[in-house]
C-alpha cells in the first residue's frame, strides 16, 4: 500500500483510491525544439528534456505547455536566469522544483495555474487559492457562476495590473473595491488558457501579495482586495507534501487507498467546499432542504475521524446533522436525510 499525505487546516488525506497509470514521456529541448512537439502532460509526467542556459521566463512558457496550465512567474523572480538542467525521466513537478531552485524560488501549485515565487513567499498563494475556493462554493448560483466563469486571457506588453484587474471586473459586470492599492507596474505580454474571473484577478494581485475576496450583496458577486494572507479560514491552510512518482512504464502498478483524519470545527459550507475541492468535486448543496429543516448553511460543525475512508469522512461532518450525501459524477450532492421507515 502506497499513501501520501496532506493537510488542510486541521484535517489531512491522502490520494485516492484507484489504479496509476503509467504517464507518458515527452521530449523538450531547448529553444530549437518547435513548440509542436511539446504535449501538455501534467505535473506528474515524466520528462525527457534537456535545456540549457534558456532564460527562466522563456522556459517558464515552454512548461505551460507541458503543464497544460499556466507557470506564472513571479514579478519578483528575475526572469533572466539561466536554466541548465537535463531531466531524464523526471516528473515534472521535480523539474519545476530543481528550476524554481536555481533562482532561489519555490513553487506554489494551485488548483488553476502553477506559480513561481519568492522563497519566503512560498505556500501563501497555495492558503489564498485553497481559501478562495471555499468562498466561492458557498456563494449563492448566481454570484457563484459570475465569478466561476471561464475565459482565456490575453494583454500585450507593458500592460498595467490595475488596468487588467479593473477590465476584468467590468466585463463580468461585478464591483471590486480595493483597486488603488495596486501597485504600478507593467506586465510582460501574456496569453493565458481558460481561468475562472476568481482565479484571473488572483493571479495578478498574486504579484503583489493581494487576492480578492469574494461575497454576495444584493444577489450580485463582489470582491474586495486584501492582504493575500489577511480573512483566512481555518480550512485554508494546506501543506502540500511531495505526491508519489508515478510508475515508469513496465513497473507494476501500485493500488494506492483513502485515508482521512480529520479534527474540525467550521461552518458547514465551508468545510464541505473545501473537502470537495480537495476531492476534485464540485459542490452541490441543497439549502433550500437545509432551511426546511432549519439548518443554515453556516452551522458549525465539528468532527474528528483518524485513518477513515472518504464515505467515513463524509458520514462524520453530514450525519449529526441529519444530512446525507452521494457523489454523482464529479458532483457531491448534501441533502437531508429521508426519515427513517
Known amino acids: 500500500m502506497c499513501c501520501v499525505r496532506f493537510f488542510i487546516g486541521l484535517w489531512s488525506a491522502i490520494t485516492a483510491t484507484g489504479e496509476v497509470a503509467a504517464s507518458d514521456r515527452v521530449t523538450s529541448r531547448a529553444a530549437e525544439v518547435p513548440e509542436a512537439r511539446q504535449a501538455a502532460v501534467g505535473l506528474d509526467a515524466e520528462v525527457q528534456a534537456t535545456w540549457t542556459r534558456l532564460p527562466l521566463r522563456d522556459w517558464a512558457n515552454r512548461a505551460t505547455t507541458l503543464a497544460g496550465k499556466p507557470v506564472v512567474l513571479d514579478r519578483r523572480v528575475d526572469p533572466q536566469v539561466l536554466v541548465t538542467l537535463k531531466a531524464d525521466g523526471m516528473p515534472l513537478r521535480e523539474v519545476l522544483t530543481k528550476v524554481a531552485a536555481t533562482a532561489d524560488a519555490a513553487v506554489d501549485e ?48 507593458a500592460a498595467r495590473p490595475r488596468d487588467l484587474v479593473v477590465t476584468a471586473a467590468a466585463e463580468a ?22 481561468l475562472s474571473l476568481a482565479e484571473r484577478l488572483d493571479l495578478v494581485l498574486a504579484h503583489f501579495d493581494r487576492r480578492v475576496v469574494w461575497e454576495s450583496r444584493a444577489g450580485k458577486a463582489t470582491g474586495r482586495i486584501v492582504a493575500i ?68 448553511p453556516g452551522e458549525i460543525v465539528r468532527a474528528a475521524v ?16 441529519g444530512l446525507a450525501w452521494r457523489i454523482e459524477g464529479d458532483r457531491l450532492r448534501v441533502f437531508p436525510a429521508p426519515p427513517s421507515p
Open 110 to 157: 494551485l488548483a488553476g495555474s502553477v506559480r513561481i515565487v519568492p522563497a519566503t513567499a512560498a505556500s501563501r498563494a497555495r492558503r489564498a487559492d485553497q481559501d478562495r475556493s471555499a468562498r466561492v462554493a458557498a456563494l449563492p448560483p448566481g454570484p457563484r457562476a459570475t465569478v466561476s466563469a471561464r475565459r482565456p486571457w490575453h494583454w500585450p506588453a
Open 306 to 321: 483518524e485513518k477513515a475512508s472518504r464515505e467515513e469522512l463524509l458520514d462524520a461532518i453530514v450525519h449529526p446533522l
Open 229 to 296: 494572507d489577511a480573512e483566512l479560514t481555518d480550512l485554508a491552510v494546506p501543506i502540500a507534501q511531495p505526491r508519489p512518482p508515478r510508475p515508469r512504464p513496465g513497473h507494476r502498478t501500485v493500488t494506492v487507498r483513502d485515508e482521512f483524519t480529520l479534527r474540525l470545527e467550521a461552518p458547514l459550507d465551508q468545510a464541505l467546499a473545501a473537502i470537495s475541492d480537495r476531492l476534485g468535486l464540485a459542490l452541490d448543496l441543497d439549502a433550500a432542504g437545509l432551511a426546511g429543516r432549519g439548518i443554515a
Open 173 to 194: 459586470g461585478v464591483e471590486v473595491s480595493g483597486v488603488d492599492s495596486i501597485p504600478h507596474d507593467h506586465f510582460p505580454p501574456a496569453d493565458l488558457s481558460p
